[in-house]
């Protein structure tokens, strides 16, 4: 059975200040995607990262992922509180299409 | 573009009642996905069809449960005798043929605002 973990499960965080949130997976899968939730509101795409090694940015958000070590992470550089949201990865199982979400990093980030 | 949208948007039932949460995919998508959500978790999947067929009904919970899409397009998720666990906001998403795709952005499944679900 295929297992997300995300961590932390909370960060509160200042402003201009760097943090990374890690996801990790229990089995191979080679797609990823993070998504972002506004409280109240649905999810909203991030990123769809389909390789090892792949790397994709926007703006101050910059994931990545590495299949051998089943760990994807989301780098916030120099936050603002417009990133303050819950932050959910998920993982496509067996190519199924499928996704198995984390239990999402609720992210706060304050003045 | 239009996106995804769900119907009703909230919606109140008394335990054992029968409800109907309605969804209507991105235009030209076949693939659609349902999937719940409760409070501080992550959405869990429910069910994923292909055009008409649901091509993965692993997620639903047990047979009070069903889903269908008759036309390959709106979908509609039926609970009957629910009950006050079923409460959660139920989330909808749909994407491309995956079959047509070569990978990339467009296998991004795209979220719908959901239908709260409550339980009384």
């Known amino acids: 059975e295929l297992k997300v973990e995300q961590n932390p499960l909370f960060l509160s965080m200042q402003e201009e200040k760097n943090y990374t949130i890690y996801c990790n997976y229990s089995?191979?899968?080679?797609?990823l995607y993070w998504y972002r939730q506004d409280p109240g509101k649905s999810l909203e795409s991030l990123f769809v990262?389909?390789?090892?090694?792949a790397v994709k940015q926007e703006g101050r958000l910059m994931a990545s992922l590495d299949t051998k070590a089943r760990l994807s992470t989301l780098h916030i550089t120099a936050a603002v509180h417009d990133l303050s949201a819950t932050y959910f990865c998920?993982?496509?199982?067996?190519?199924?299409?499928?996704?198995?979400f984390g239990s999402g990093t609720r992210l706060l980030v304050r003045p | 573009g239009a996106g995804v949208s769900q119907t009703p948007s909230n919606k109140v039932t008394e335990k054992g009642k029968y409800v109907e949460l309605r969804c209507d995919p991105i235009?030209?998508?076949?693939?659609l996905y349902w999937y719940r959500q409760s409070l501080g978790q992550g959405p869990e999947f429910l069910i994923y069809?292909?055009?008409?067929?649901?091509?993965?009904d692993s997620g639903l919970p047990n047979d009070r449960f069903f889903a269908v899409r008759p036309e390959g397009s709106v979908s509609t998720l039926k609970i009957q005798r629910t009950e006050r666990g079923d409460s959660a906001v139920y989330l909808c998403?749909?994407?491309?043929?995956?079959?047509?795709?070569?990978?990339?952005?467009?296998?991004?499944?795209?979220f719908g605002p959901g239908t709260r679900l409550t339980v009384l």
């Open positions: 998403a749909s994407s491309p043929s995956p079959w047509l795709t070569s990978g990339g952005d467009t296998d991004t499944q795209y």
């Open positions: 089995t191979t899968s080679d797609r």
């Open positions: 990262l389909l390789s090892n090694g």
């Open positions: 998920a993982v496509e199982m067996d190519s199924s299409y499928k996704l198995i």
């Open positions: 235009s030209g998508h076949t693939a």
């Open positions: 069809f292909q055009g008409t067929g649901a091509a993965d």
